[in-house]
């Protein structure tokens, strides 16, 4: 996956991990994004501290989940606590999966 999405965006860095030990520098990246992951990891809250630790201000997570091992208001409510602000919203299986944009503010 990496390779094809170097190839077709050369211009971009594309990095995969273990988000849990991410060794990439506080607030150098300017977007990240997860396929149907976060249910997968018991310390999710975790994981998403750490999207938020090295994502630029300003910089977007960009997830989609199902609807397992968290419900949507818990997956919400530890994703707002991490200080990331939710810009949008989407459903494309109703009440089962749902994508989300969340921002990291641009703090003074």
Do not use: C
Not at 32 to 49: D, E, N, Y
Not at 65 to 70: G, K, V
């Amino acid at each position: 996956m990496k390779t094809w999405a170097q190839k077709k965006y050369p211009a971009l860095e594309f990095k995969i991990g273990n988000v849990l030990n991410f060794d990439q520098a506080d607030q150098s990246v300017d977007a990240v994004f997860m396929s149907g992951i976060l249910h997968h990891i018991p310390q999710w809250r975790q994981a998403v501290k750490v999207v938020y630790r090295v994502l630029k201000p300003g910089g977007v997570f960009l997830f989609e989940e199902p609807r397992y091992q968290f419900t949507f208001k818990e997956l919400e409510a530890g994703t707002e606590e991490s200080g990331l602000i939710r810009l949008e919203k989407r459903t494309w299986i109703p009440f089962y999966t749902y994508s989300y944009l969340w921002l990291k503010p641009n703090l003074p």
